[in-house]
């Protein structure tokens, strides 16, 4: 398994950008897929986005054109960049590694998790 640190978080107003960061450990992180979760208080963990090793991404779709999966293999490091900010979006944000994922990707597709860091958007 791969162990995943996020940071990032924080407290934002509406229309705001928060950039989350999770590092990863291990030599092998170039070939796995990436995915950022989230979960509010008292619902489902939900997918948020996600970035396979060749490059490829997907995206939930209330958060395309606002948010943005990157990663820099040279950093084992994986970003979600998030602008135009909705308190919708507030939740815990949880960084997933796997090998692979499917279309869409669920929260099974993935093995490995961060800790999660919070991301608060007020109105």
């Known amino acids: 398994q791969v162990q995943l640190v996020e940071s990032g978080g924080g407290l934002v107003q509406a229309g705001g950008s928060l950039r989350l960061s999770c590092v990863a450990s291990?030599?092998?992180?170039?070939?796995?897929?990436m995915g950022w979760f989230r979960q509010a208080p008292g619902k489902e963990r939900e997918f948020v986005a996600a970035?396979?090793?060749?490059?490829?991404?997907y995206y939930k779709d209330s958060v395309k054109g606002r948010f943005t999966i990157s990663r820099d293999n040279a950093k084992n490091t994986v970003y979600l960049q998030m602008n135009g900010l909705k308190p919708e979006d507030t939740a815990v944000y949880y960084c997933?590694?796997?090998?692979?994922?499917?279309?869409?990707?669920?929260?099974?597709?993935?093995?490995?998790w961060g800790q999660g860091t919070q991301v608060t958007v007020s109105s």
């Open positions: 997933a590694a796997d090998p692979s994922f499917r279309v869409p990707p669920t929260v099974a597709d993935f093995g490995s």
């Open positions: 291990g030599r092998t992180f170039s070939s796995y897929a």
């Open positions: 970035i396979r090793s060749t490059g490829y991404t």
